[in-house]
């Protein structure tokens, strides 16, 4: 069952909230808008092995003046604005907003487990031949929160657990 926006808004008065920083404006009937805060271009390969991974290096890239990036067609590693706090019992899935695919980008993410805390980062993906213009703080993604049916056991309790906080 994916959690309405009263139910969203009840969480995020928790202790410690759903996500932190949110402003109302964010706050959609089916999910809460995150935004971009840092954007990272590729600068080596990645390693996926059977019992070791290497995440891929990066650069941080630099704003202009006005916080906006300007992005060539390619992959970039995006962190988040906001950082989240997964109860127990609840996952989130996220989906690019309607105006980033417009602009001929997306988002390409994985599943927030029960039990995760951090600021995330993503895969941002520019596909447009001219490029994207995205300033810091825009509304890039929508996270949509489910129930999880069963027992969710101690939940997330992997590499990524509690990163950039």
């Known amino acids: 069952m994916i959690l309405s926006g009263d139910s969203l808004i009840s969480l995020l008065k928790s202790k410690p909230p759903l996500v932190e920083g949110v402003d109302k404006s964010q706050i959609q009937p089916n999910g809460i808008d995150i935004r971009i805060d840092t954007v990272f271009k590729f600068e080596s390969a ?61 988002v390409h993410t994985a599943l927030w487990d029960s039990g995760y805390e951090g600021r995330s980062e993503v895969l941002l993906t520019v596909y447009n031949p001219s490029g994207l213009r995205i300033q810091r703080g825009a509304r890039i993604i929508q996270l949509v929160f489910f129930l999880c049916e069963g027992r969710v056991g101690s939940g997330y309790d992997g590499r990524y657990q509690g990163e950039n906080v």
């Open 46 to 106: 990645g390693e996926i092995g059977i019992k070791e991974s290497q995440i891929a290096g990066v650069s941080e890239m630099a704003p202009d003046s006005g916080g906006w990036f300007f992005l060539m067609p390619g992959a970039y590693r995006v962190r988040l604005m906001e950082v989240v706090h997964i109860p127990l019992g609840i996952s989130a899935i996220a989906r690019p907003r309607s105006t980033l695919t417009r602009c001929g980008a997306s």
